[in-house]
């Protein structure tokens, strides 16, 4: 049976940017707490601050657990000892830590089954930072924490534009020695599985974009292409995988062309981001694929230039709820479907019979 409503946890990120307002304006609306039960990791009194600081009237019940949340309400779950200042729009290390407390208060609680899945607002890289998050993003942190083994990939999506990346949070100098064949082939695997099973997507068409200008110009302009993407798309394409590139990538988005795919692996961070980030104008989702945990986030950052200021959109935030929601149910559809799945039966004993009707076929004929 499938729950009444998904239950989600939500980490409040950087406590300086924009992560309490679009969490306070999404949950404003009763259609979204009647879709599922929001359950916060962060402070009650910095959440009170910030609707006190923005003007706004959302409503809260402070709870101990998670197992405590209640439905038709935004909960909150308290993982501060102490308080923390409140400074909109600057970077500081008591705003990195509770980030990383609410991020492992929500991580440990998935394990114990107290969420479904996880909705992440947008952290300061280099505030988190310390002894115990010594990651690039949230990305690496749960797929070391929750990802029992597999490994992540990184979708930026809205509507029926996905981008993924082969690297994520590398330095433009290390792209292209961390690009390996082996590297292409498990990026679009755990793509064209995710596609499948996340997306209820057939056959699905995936564009790779090259690595260098216009495709490498056949050498001319980087060996890339020809020694590492190209044959990983012909060891894909004999799986069967519908995989077509590598695209030149300064005109394949602006033409259009990746309207004929229903995703596209690029090879590094802005180059999948930039595009992406001007198609889909403010409302994308970022969906962590490949691990056990169903994990979405905005598809923006701390907006530390306009923190505290009201003037956040919180639509990029209500479609990574949407997205992680959607995508719960159908894993755990799929799920059901394979429990109940009818088993082969064993052809023994009909094929037994069969000999016992030859025999008396013979007696008869006898």
Same mark, same amino acid.
């Given at each position: 049976m499938e729950k009444?409503?998904?239950?989600?946890?939500?980490? =409040? *990120?950087?406590? /300086?940017? %924009?992560?309490?307002?679009?969490?306070?304006?999404? @949950?404003?609306? #009763?259609?979204? $707490?009647d879709m599922c039960v929001p359950v916060v990791y962060g402070s009650p009194k910095v959440a009170a601050y910030h609707r006190k600081a923005l003007g706004l009237s959302t409503n809260f019940s402070i709870i101990d657990s998670a197992e405590d949340a209640v439905a038709g309400r935004l909960n909150m779950v /308290?993982?501060?000892?102490?308080?923390?200042k409140v400074d909109f729009g600057k970077s500081s290390p008591e705003a990195g830590k509770?980030? @990383? &407390?609410a991020l492992r208060r929500v991580t440990?609680?998935?394990?114990? *089954? $107290?969420?479904?899945? %996880?909705?992440?607002?947008? %952290? /300061?890289? #280099? !505030?988190? =930072? !310390?002894?115990?998050f010594r990651f690039p993003g +949230?990305? &690496?942190?749960? &797929? #070391?924490?929750l990802g029992e083994g597999r490994k992540a990939l990184m979708i930026l999506l809205k509507d029926n534009l996905r981008v993924a990346l082969a690297t994520t949070h590398l330095p433009v100098s290390q792209i292209s020695s961390a690009l390996t064949k082996e590297l292409i082939e498990e990026k679009l695997d755990i793509l064209h599985k995710s596609l499948k099973t996340d997306f209820g997507i057939g056959a699905p068409r995936i564009a790779v974009l090259s690595l260098n200008p216009h495709a490498g110009d /056949? *050498?001319?302009?980087?060996? &890339?292409?020809?020694t590492v993407i190209i044959p990983a798309l012909k060891e894909m394409g004999a799986k069967g995988m519908l995989c077509y590139g590598p695209y030149p990538a300064d005109g394949f988005m602006g033409s259009g062309n990746y309207r004929h795919f229903d995703a596209i692996l690029a090879m590094y +961070?802005?180059?999948? $981001? !930039?595009? @992406?980030?001007?198609? !889909? #104008?403010?409302? *994308?989702?970022? @969906?962590?694929?490949g691990l056990p945990v169903v994990r979405t986030s905005p598809a923006h950052g701390t907006a530390y230039d306009i923190a505290g200021k009201g003037m956040a959109c919180e639509d990029s935030f209500r479609q990574a709820v949407y997205l992680a929601m959607d995508v719960f149910r159908r894993r755990e559809r799929e799920a059901m479907l394979k429990a109940h799945a009818l088993k082969p039966q064993k052809m023994a004993k009909y094929e037994g019979e069969d000999e016992k009707l030859n025999l008396e076929a013979e007696e008869d004929d006898v």
């Amino acid at each position: 049976m499938e729950k009444d409503k998904v239950r989600i946890g939500i980490t =409040h *990120g950087d406590a /300086n940017g %924009i992560g309490y307002e679009v969490i306070l304006k999404t @949950f404003a609306e #009763q259609e979204m $707490l009647d879709m599922c039960v929001p359950v916060v990791y962060g402070s009650p009194k910095v959440a009170a601050y910030h609707r006190k600081a923005l003007g706004l009237s959302t409503n809260f019940s402070i709870i101990d657990s998670a197992e405590d949340a209640v439905a038709g309400r935004l909960n909150m779950v /308290n993982c501060l000892d102490g308080e923390i200042k409140v400074d909109f729009g600057k970077s500081s290390p008591e705003a990195g830590k509770a980030a @990383f &407390e609410a991020l492992r208060r929500v991580t440990e609680d998935y394990r114990l *089954g $107290l969420v479904d899945a %996880i909705v992440t607002a947008p %952290i /300061n890289k #280099q !505030s988190i =930072h !310390s002894d115990d998050f010594r990651f690039p993003g +949230h990305t &690496e942190y749960l &797929e #070391q924490e929750l990802g029992e083994g597999r490994k992540a990939l990184m979708i930026l999506l809205k509507d029926n534009l996905r981008v993924a990346l082969a690297t994520t949070h590398l330095p433009v100098s290390q792209i292209s020695s961390a690009l390996t064949k082996e590297l292409i082939e498990e990026k679009l695997d755990i793509l064209h599985k995710s596609l499948k099973t996340d997306f209820g997507i057939g056959a699905p068409r995936i564009a790779v974009l090259s690595l260098n200008p216009h495709a490498g110009d /056949n *050498g001319l302009l980087g060996d &890339e292409e020809q020694t590492v993407i190209i044959p990983a798309l012909k060891e894909m394409g004999a799986k069967g995988m519908l995989c077509y590139g590598p695209y030149p990538a300064d005109g394949f988005m602006g033409s259009g062309n990746y309207r004929h795919f229903d995703a596209i692996l690029a090879m590094y +961070h802005d180059q999948g $981001l !930039s595009p @992406f980030k001007v198609l !889909s #104008q403010g409302e *994308g989702v970022n @969906f962590t694929a490949g691990l056990p945990v169903v994990r979405t986030s905005p598809a923006h950052g701390t907006a530390y230039d306009i923190a505290g200021k009201g003037m956040a959109c919180e639509d990029s935030f209500r479609q990574a709820v949407y997205l992680a929601m959607d995508v719960f149910r159908r894993r755990e559809r799929e799920a059901m479907l394979k429990a109940h799945a009818l088993k082969p039966q064993k052809m023994a004993k009909y094929e037994g019979e069969d000999e016992k009707l030859n025999l008396e076929a013979e007696e008869d004929d006898v």
